[in-house]
């Protein structure tokens, strides 16, 4: 079946450090690419999405791309922002309606 | 636009208790789906529709029903709570049929049974 893994944390970082969480999956076929964002108190919602191989996501500047020959979507930020505390979940959809999620990374950021 | 509304935000049970989370679309969404959000466990799927008088479980079913009477509407029903249910629970709603759709979230529900 879908899984996906991505890093554990919390990951701490300082304001304007560069920033790379790391996701792995395992699907069949060719599936679609997600990462979404849950701010303190709030739902998920989609921050960026590819849906190819070699298919770069970007958003907020943030930046992920499908590489499928080592079934990764890194999610990168060349300087962080304490706002950008969050969750971070990647995500594959593909083959069933069901989404598959990874289990989430917390980002904190300090001043 | 709506989008995916949740009611309540917080609510507090007594063990053996029931109760009904609702969930609401306006997007037309086919599918819609029930995660709990538990600390260190990520996002777990409860239950899922993938139209309306269709359902099926997903990882944690026990304890929790479902019915998709409307394309609209999909509650979640706590049948006795424990206090294991605390938790907090996410609607979900995607177009469904297209490889390539993304999720639109509620802002969840934060239940806590003593």
């Known amino acids: 079946g879908n899984s996906v893994t991505q890093m554990e944390g919390p990951v701490t970082l300082s304001e304007e450090a560069f920033l790379t969480i790391n996701c792995t999956y395992t699907a069949t076929g060719y599936p679609s690419l997600f990462w979404y964002v849950q701010y303190p108190g709030e739902g998920l919602q989609l921050l960026l999405k590819a849906t190819k191989a070699d298919d770069k996501g970007s958003n907020k500047g943030f930046e992920a791309t499908y590489r499928k020959e080592t079934t990764s979507f890194h999610l990168e930020k060349g300087s962080v922002q304490v706002s950008d505390s969050a969750v971070y979940f990647c995500?594959?959809?593909?083959?069933?309606?069901?989404?598959?999620f990874g289990r989430g990374t917390s980002l904190i950021v300090h001043p | 636009n709506a989008g995916v509304t949740q009611t309540p935000k917080f609510q507090v049970l007594k063990t053996g208790q029931s109760m009904t989370l609702q969930c609401a679309q306006d997007?037309?969404?086919?599918?819609m789906s029930w995660y709990r959000q538990d600390p260190g466990m990520g996002l777990r799927l409860i239950h899922y529709s993938v139209g309306a008088g269709i359902t099926d479980q997903g990882e944690v079913p026990n304890g929790y029903n479902v019915s998709r009477s409307t394309t609209e509407d999909f509650p979640l029903r706590l049948l006795s709570a424990a206090p294991s249910q605390t938790s907090v629970y996410f609607c979900?709603?995607?177009?469904?049929?297209?490889?390539?759709?993304?999720?639109?979230f509620g802002q969840g529900t934060r239940l806590t049974v003593v």
């Open positions: 995500a594959l959809s593909g083959g069933s309606y069901i989404p598959t």
């Open positions: 979900a709603s995607s177009r469904g049929q297209y490889m390539n759709t993304e999720a639109f």
């Open positions: 997007m037309n969404h086919e599918y």
